[in-house]
């Protein structure tokens, strides 16, 4: 089971298996929390790995 806290569930992820990159799926920017707390960029920064970020179209 996945920690609820992305940059936990993240880490638990990148301790099990080798990645090449980091995708962030999230809700519209004018919604996402994970955008608000500038998540993409935490990640990249922490684990060094390019991250790729798709939002949900706004509705």
Excluded: N, Y
């Excluded at 080798?18 to 955008?35: A, H, K, Q, Y």
């Amino acid at each position: 089971m996945c920690d609820p806290d992305p940059m936990r569930a993240v880490e638990d992820a990148l301790g099990r298996q080798e990645f090449d990159e980091i995708i962030v799926s999230t809700l519209p920017v004018r919604l996402s929390r994970w955008l608000h707390q500038d998540l993409p960029a935490r990640l990249g920064r922490k684990f060094h790995l390019p991250v790729t970020h798709v939002a949900a179209k706004d509705v």
